[in-house]
């Protein structure tokens, strides 16, 4: 099996260092991630200038300015030969519970792999002090799941969502498969000022959870359980497709046509 692993924490994040020592013992590994944090990048790509690499001394590779959509973008198309089975995005040092999944660049990396055709993962710790639990299980939820691909059981357009409580492995309780559930709007931003007495603005910290019912990522990880959300890239709000196609047929003065 061969893994390309990225994460948005930077390549010297414990997360990934550990998760990749862990993967190794069962394949081959491949980092490609940001030089440094860059959580909340979601998506982005660069396009307005070129990217470096910086080959570590072990082999692992660190995208200089790049974003974790980036790394797996030259992973997958420059950097791997021959390429990977399997994406795997994490450890992330705190949860992408719900719609944190928007902003994430953890998610995002995964989201990258999928669109590339590949199954992929994205982990995240659901605080910063146990990723020997997380690595525990991002290494077994990954060889399970190339297992399953495999064997044609798991369709690979998904990302896996994978959210781990911050518990010593043995209080673990298992593993649900959950939707995602969803946070209060945040709105807090903090102001300061700098030695020049000039204000800078700082985004605040994501907001409680709003919906964390039974179902839901939010509610299996704060009962001990590891959360497995399945995620995919089409935005189609189905459900209005039938309301939106009534009121343009009740609508008038749209166009001249």
Same mark, same amino acid.
């Given at each position: 099996?061969?893994?390309?692993?990225?994460n948005?924490d930077?390549?010297?994040a414990p997360?990934?260092?550990?998760?990749?020592?862990a993967?190794?013992?069962?394949?081959?590994v491949?980092?490609v991630?940001?030089?440094?944090?860059?959580?909340?990048?979601?998506?982005?790509?660069?396009?307005?200038?070129?990217?470096?690499?910086?080959?570590?001394p072990?082999g692992?590779?660190?995208?200089?300015?790049?974003?974790?959509?980036?790394?797996?973008?030259?992973g997958?198309?420059?950097?791997?030969?021959?390429?990977?089975?399997?994406?795997?995005s994490g450890?992330?040092? *705190? +949860?992408?519970?719900?719609? &944190?999944?928007?902003?994430?660049g953890? !998610?995002a990396?995964?989201m990258e792999k999928?669109h /590339?055709?590949?199954p992929?993962?994205?982990?995240?710790?659901n605080?910063?002090?146990?990723f020997?639990?997380?690595?525990a299980?991002?290494?077994?939820?990954?060889?399970?799941t190339?297992?399953?691909?495999t064997?044609g059981?798991?369709?690979?357009?998904k990302?896996?969502?994978?959210?781990?409580?911050?518990?010593?492995?043995?209080?673990?309780?298992?593993?649900?498969?959950t939707?995602?559930?969803?946070?209060?709007?945040?709105?807090?931003?903090i102001?300061?000022?700098?030695?020049?007495?000039?204000?800078?603005?700082?985004?605040?910290?994501?907001?409680?959870?709003?919906?964390? *019912? +039974?179902?839901?990522d939010? &509610?299996?990880?704060?009962?001990?359980? !590891?959360?497995?959300?399945?995620?995919?890239?089409? /935005?189609?709000?189905s459900?209005?497709?039938?309301?939106?196609s009534?009121?343009?047929?009740?609508?008038?003065?749209?166009?001249p046509?």
């Open positions: 099996m061969r893994i390309l692993l990225s948005d930077g390549i010297h997360g990934i260092q550990q998760l990749a020592e993967l190794r013992t069962r394949a081959s491949q980092i991630a940001p030089v440094r944090d860059r959580s909340g990048a979601s998506n982005s790509l660069t396009l307005d200038a070129p990217l470096r690499t910086q080959t570590q072990n692992d590779i660190a995208i200089l300015s790049g974003t974790p959509t980036d790394c797996v973008y030259l997958v198309n420059a950097l791997m030969r021959p390429g990977p089975d399997i994406m795997v450890i992330n040092a *705190g +949860p992408n519970l719900g719609d &944190d999944g928007i902003y994430s953890t !998610v990396a995964a999928r /590339l055709g590949y992929a993962l994205a982990v995240s710790l605080g910063t002090h146990h020997a639990t997380a690595t299980t991002a290494t077994a939820t990954a060889t399970a190339a297992t399953a691909v064997c059981l798991l369709r690979t357009g990302i896996l969502n994978v959210n781990v409580p911050d518990l010593p492995l043995s209080p673990l309780k298992g593993y649900k498969v939707r995602c559930g969803s946070r209060h709007p945040a709105s807090e931003v102001r300061q000022t700098d030695p020049r007495g000039r204000e800078m603005l700082w985004i605040g910290p994501p907001a409680g959870s709003f919906d964390e *019912g +039974p179902d839901t939010f &509610d299996a990880v704060n009962r001990g359980y !590891v959360s497995l959300t399945p995620l995919q890239v089409d /935005l189609t709000a459900a209005a497709l039938p309301v939106l009534d009121w343009l047929g009740n609508t008038e003065g749209l166009g046509w």
